[in-house]
């Protein structure tokens, strides 16, 4: 079980946060089966990522205890086609000395909670098929196996196969949204 001595705090983030995303993304980058990214991000580089989904309107988030962040979570549109503008894929991402301490489990469902809230209708995670944790953690959220694309990344000396994961949010398909109620579609529908 979780160690729960500690209390874990979701937030949205800040661009004082960065450094410490920054510190996080960079292990992973390194040694985790998460991000494809090879080479660390320049700080700026994720100040302009945080923002543009700011501006969108999606939501990024960190995990801290004791005022330190400890994870970060945030979505990102799933496509840049106007017809996807429902669908948002996230990332999640615990410090490697946090792992197993119930923080992913705290800001999967902030997130799946802040994207409902942004009139989001679906979830796409991409993981990677090794990634028994994040497998199991997305199902515990109600998040179900869509596919697998099999040998689609090369790290660490081997390829990859990467297992879509997806959720239902809100209405989900059971209502138009709100921007084409009414019989007005916006350009791409």
């Known amino acids: 079980m979780f160690d729960t ?3 874990i705090t ?3 983030s800040t661009e004082a946060d960065v450094a410490a995303m920054l510190e996080i993304y960079s292990y992973h980058i390194q040694h985790g089966l ?3 990214d090879i ?3 320049h700080p700026e580089e994720l100040k302009r990522r945080r923002k543009a989904m700011l501006k969108r309107r999606l939501p990024h ?3 801290e205890i004791g005022g330190v962040v400890v994870g970060y979570a945030y979505a990102a549109p799933f496509r840049k086609r106007p017809a996807y ?4 894929e996230h990332s999640i991402y615990v410090h ?3 792992q197993g301490l119930g923080i992913g489990r705290r800001l999967l469902p902030a ?3 802040a994207c409902t809230a942004a009139d989001c209708r679906q979830m796409v995670a991409v993981v990677d098929s090794a990634n028994t944790p994040s497998l199991r953690l997305h199902e515990a959220f109600g998040f179900v196996r869509a596919g697998v694309l099999r040998s689609v990344g090369f790290r660490f000396g081997r390829w990859t196969d990467s297992v879509f994961l997806q959720r239902s949010l809100g209405e989900a398909d059971a209502e138009l949204p709100d921007d084409v109620r009414g019989g007005t579609v916006q350009a791409g529908d």
Request: hydrophobic share 40%.
């Open 5 to 7: 001595s500690f209390s």
């Open 10 to 12: 979701i937030r949205p």
């Open 34 to 36: 998460g991000p494809f």
């Open 39 to 41: 080479e660390p991000l």
């Open 61 to 63: 988030l960190v995990a």
């Open 85 to 88: 503008r429902y669908t948002v």
């Open 96 to 98: 490697k000395d946090r």
């Open 111 to 113: 997130l799946i909670e």
